[in-house]
């Protein structure tokens, strides 16, 4: 079956960027996305990106796919205190009529002030 | 975006009782789907409920266990029955707004279960 991988823990500097990574198996993905988690709140979409596509951008965060190595990293500029998350990678097929999300398990970002 | 409410946030339940979470949304979309978060994994698909007709389930995923109603198209319960300790997770529901059927989801802040 698919499988999403990602590193577990993230810490950072404010006003430094953070590069969350996430690898995945299934090489008939099509769209590929990232969640942010809040304490207490449900799943919020970043950002997501089609799989023809390598890199997109939107405003502090930059979505870099690498479809050979089956990579998707999210770069966050100048990142705040308000980052502070859990970031899930999630990847979509098409699957009974709409498209069927496989989640990594997530990783925690920590922004020390 | 639209709102997705959830209730209940939170409950602790007794092993062996069952519990129904709600699900209501503000605009009217065709598919609505549960998802589980166990402690420190990711999410889990459920089921995908449609409204007029049953629950697609995943595997893994049982209607004795998870039954879902849909009965318009703003709303959805899941059922969590015959409750043991390791049903103790978050449940969320979520939608697909956009319509283009792209897995942009939204999601509810979900109800986290507590069975003891």
């Known amino acids: 079956g698919e499988d999403v991988e990602q590193s577990l823990f993230l810490s950072v500097r404010e006003g430094d960027s953070s590069v969350i990574n996430c690898t995945y198996t299934d090489s008939s993905s099509t769209y590929l996305y990232w969640y942010k988690q809040e304490p207490g709140a449900g799943l919020q979409l970043l950002t997501y990106?089609?799989?023809?596509?390598d890199m997109k951008q939107d405003q502090r965060l930059t979505v870099l796919l690498n479809k050979k190595d089956k990579h998707l990293s999210l770069r966050i500029a100048d990142t705040q205190t308000g980052d502070s998350a859990i970031y899930f990678c999630?990847?979509?097929?098409?699957?009974?009529?709409?498209?069927?999300?496989?989640f990594g398990k997530g990783t925690k970002l920590s922004v020390i002030p | 975006s639209a709102v997705i409410s959830q209730k209940p946030s939170r409950d602790i339940c007794q092993r062996g009782t069952s519990l129904t979470i709600q699900c209501q949304v503000d605009s009217q979309v065709t598919m609505m789907f549960w998802y589980r978060q166990q402690p420190g994994q990711s999410l889990t698909l459920i089921a995908t409920a449609n409204q007029g007709s049953e629950a697609t389930y995943e595997s893994g995923f049982v209607i004795d266990k998870f039954p879902i109603s849909r009965p318009n198209l703003t709303f959805s319960t899941l059922t969590v029955s015959n409750m043991s300790p390791e049903d103790s997770s978050i449940y969320l529901c979520?939608?697909?707004?956009?319509?283009?059927?792209?897995?942009?989801?939204?999601f509810g802040e979900g109800s986290r279960l507590t069975v003891l």
């Open positions: 979520s939608v697909d707004f956009s319509g283009r059927g792209t897995g942009e989801l939204f």
């Open positions: 999630a990847e979509s097929h098409s699957g009974a009529g709409s498209y069927q999300l496989t």
């Open positions: 990106i089609f799989s023809n596509m």
